[in-house]
């Protein structure tokens, strides 16, 4: 006996009728936003989109990203940091579109491009520098845009780092170049462990980018860090002993130097958006080696992070967005004034650098009490730190290397732990910053028992 019934062959023809449209749009689907161009990318995790509204969206997020953060203002001058990979490429790119005389509505910023060539680090030979250099002027030359083309090693030189970029990659170079060379190179050489050395050129590439926009009258530093950048960023820095930085590092804007504010317009935007945006476009990338190119997963930190969320991200596509967003919630404490900062990162110390050094027992703590090491033995001394003019100055009181590492933060004293670099090896810019924050402290110490607690 036949157990369909009739009400059951009623519904056949609607049921293949439902059949046969997903099968056509699992073939072939809609854009979901227009509903009639065929959709060619998916993005987040199953939305289809068409090329013109795909690229319609990756637009209005980058403006967006920095039109409710209202961090940039009209006129500003704003650096922009290219290394020539693919997110900064298509920061570039954007930009450029976002300055053009077609942009519906243009952005109002005056940007600058620097480039920093890191060719000492990696050991790359004069062919290879002058090469890459040779690619990233070619894309620099397109944009119009004024361009700054820097040296890793002119951390050393801050005050003589800029110059006309012509006679900058065609002069000979002279003795103090091959000291500054000579230096970083000892500074990296001294420095045994890949997660040290990213750690370390990282900080220095931040502060090279700082003094270049300070002498040529840049308010803002703009970055290219996607989400996928930050989300390793964020794991990484817990790892680091850097959960403190983490507002700074990971946050649309980093205030952390005062006068010179870093932004990051595409920390919305995965990895995967991106190397879309740039096939559409035919954006040019410079695709140069870092210290991680070619290295094992399991040689630094940052690499591992990286790789452990990318096989999470494979499997798990909301890995990336949530790592991401659990970042957001992150937030600044307020930092009275009298706080130091980092003679290194310049990230605020809330904590009081001596009870840091206890934390490790590798890094020797050097205690600012009032012993015959630290109190002034006559009125002729001085502690360093007053500016008043005594006879003695901060500039002739050498600091040993223990002194130098009570100032930096917990993150950078891990960095630097079982370095073997010396004193001279690091750029006048840090000295200058720790001679200061310890002098500060020194003098702190010996005046607290006259301060009023809050």
Do not use: W
């Amino acid at each position: 006996m036949c157990s369909v019934q009739e009400e059951d062959l009623e519904n056949v023809p609607s049921e293949l009728q439902n059949k046969t449209c997903k099968e056509k749009n699992r073939n072939g689907r809609i854009c979901m936003k227009c509903s009639i161009s065929p959709a060619v990318v998916v993005v987040r995790l199953n939305d289809p989109l068409c090329k013109s509204c795909f690229l319609a969206y990756f637009t209005h997020k980058f403006r967006a990203t920095i039109g409710k953060s209202r961090a940039i203002k009209a006129g500003e001058k704003v650096l922009l940091a290219f290394s020539g990979g693919p997110s900064s490429s298509a920061m570039l790119h954007l930009v450029c579109e976002g300055l053009s005389d077609t942009a519906v509505k243009k952005l109002r910023f005056e940007p600058g491009l620097a480039f920093i060539d890191e060719g000492e680090v990696l050991k790359q030979s004069g062919e290879e520098r002058a090469y890459y250099i040779e690619q990233i002027q070619r894309v620099a030359n397109r944009t119009k845009f004024p361009f700054h083309l820097l040296k890793l090693e002119d951390i050393f030189s801050l005050g003589q780092c800029l110059q006309d970029d012509a006679k900058y990659c065609h002069k000979v170079e002279g003795e103090q170049t091959r000291n500054h060379q000579e230096k970083l190179k000892n500074l990296f050489d001294a420095t045994s462990s890949m997660t040290a050395k990213e750690d370390l050129l990282r900080t220095l590439r931040g502060k090279l980018l700082l003094a270049t926009a300070r002498n040529i009258g840049y308010s803002k530093i703009m970055f290219a860090d996607c989400a996928s950048r930050i989300s390793v960023r964020l794991l990484s820095d817990i790892s680091q002993g850097r959960g403190g930085d983490l507002p700074y590092d990971t946050g649309f804007s980093d205030d952390r130097h005062g006068d010179v504010i870093f932004v990051r317009p595409m920390r919305e935007f995965m990895t995967k958006e991106i190397g879309l945006y740039n096939f559409f476009h035919n954006v040019e990338t410079v695709l140069i080696p870092t210290l991680g190119t070619m290295s094992h997963s399991h040689s630094s930190i940052d690499r591992l992070t990286e790789n452990f969320v990318s096989g999470l991200q494979a499997d798990f596509p909301f890995t990336v967005s949530t790592i991401f967003r659990t970042g957001d919630k992150l937030s600044v404490k307020e930092v009275s004034e009298d706080v130091a900062a980092c003679a290194l990162c310049g990230v605020p110390m809330s904590v009081n650098p001596t009870l840091l050094s206890t934390l490790t027992d590798s890094v020797s703590s050097v205690k600012l009490d009032t012993d015959a090491k630290n109190t002034p033995q006559s009125a002729s001394d001085c502690c360093g730190g007053c500016g008043s003019g005594c006879s003695s100055s901060s500039s002739e009181q050498v600091l040993s290397k223990e002194d130098i590492l009570d100032t930096f933060c917990y993150g950078c004293r891990l960095t630097l732990k079982d370095s073997k670099f010396t004193v001279s090896d690091l750029p006048s810019s840090v000295l200058e910053a720790a001679t200061k924050v310890y002098h500060r402290a020194q003098m702190k110490e010996q005046i607290k028992d006259f301060l009023l607690d809050e």
